[in-house]
């Protein structure tokens, strides 16, 4: 079975720091991991995924994320928030093994201060 | 557009009735998913389905059902068995079920029980 952790349901950073949201995964065969955005009544996008090409995978709006196998994260990063940053977080994982369909964690609401 | 339409966005139901969440899908997509969300539990599976006239129960399939007749289409029917279904539900899609494909999501639905 695969699960994922999400750390901190809510973060609150100030607009030009660092956004840091953390992602740990359990799974017993390699991992494809992937961290998705929702903003209020919408549906999720895409922001970036990790297929083993390369562990530290940049993705849209400046954010990237890098795998690392010891620590099983993959802890989300961009290096100064944006108001438009603000949304909801979803860290996921899937194998090849198993039942073919992403496994969510529960999420972390980035609030960006002015 | 190429996309996943999810309809209708807002959807009121009585105590002991059927309803049904449509998803259409003109990505061409083999492989399309229901996910239920929650406030503060992240994306849970309800069902996913691999190709025409097959799909499979994910973790929270009770009181749900599907059919998928059509490649392009995978309905949700919510059945007066599904005793909490005040929920926020999300339609998706990729073009197959290997691991490394992106899952596509829809708008989402609301359906509230009156």
């Known amino acids: 079975a695969q699960s994922v952790t999400q750390l901190g349901s809510h973060v609150s950073v100030s607009e030009g720091a660092l956004v840091l949201l953390r992602c740990n995964y359990s799974?017993?065969?390699?991992?494809?991991l992937f961290w998705y955005v929702q903003y209020p009544n919408q549906g999720l996008q895409l922001l970036l995924k990790?297929?083993?090409?390369?562990?530290l995978v940049k993705g849209i709006n400046g954010f990237e994320a890098e795998f690392k196998k010891s620590e099983t994260s993959f802890h989300l990063t961009k290096p100064s928030a944006h108001m438009s940053d603000a949304a909801e977080y979803f860290c996921?994982?899937?194998?090849?093994?198993?039942?073919?369909?992403?496994?969510f964690g529960s999420g972390t609401r980035l609030q960006v201060q002015p | 557009d190429g996309g996943i339409t999810q309809s209708p966005k807002y959807l009121f139901r009585k105590e002991g009735q059927n309803v049904t969440l449509s998803c259409e899908q003109n990505?061409?997509?083999?492989?399309m998913y229901w996910y239920r969300q929650d406030p503060g539990q992240g994306l849970r599976l309800i069902y996913y389905?691999?190709?025409?006239?097959?799909?499979q129960k994910g973790d929270i399939a009770e009181g749900y059902s599907v059919s998928r007749e059509k490649k392009e289409s995978f309905p949700l029917t919510v059945t007066s068995a599904q005793k909490n279904p005040t929920a926020f539900y999300l339609c998706?899609?990729?073009?197959?079920?290997?691991?490394?494909?992106?899952?596509?999501f829809g708008e989402g639905s609301w359906l509230t029980v009156v």
């Open positions: 799974s017993s065969v390699p991992p494809y």
């Open positions: 990790y297929t083993s090409a390369a562990t």
């Open positions: 998706a899609s990729s073009a197959g079920m290997a691991s490394g494909n992106t899952i596509y």
């Open positions: 996921a994982v899937i194998s090849d093994t198993g039942r073919r369909a992403l496994t």
């Open positions: 990505l061409n997509h083999d492989a």
């Open positions: 389905s691999q190709i025409v006239n097959d799909f």
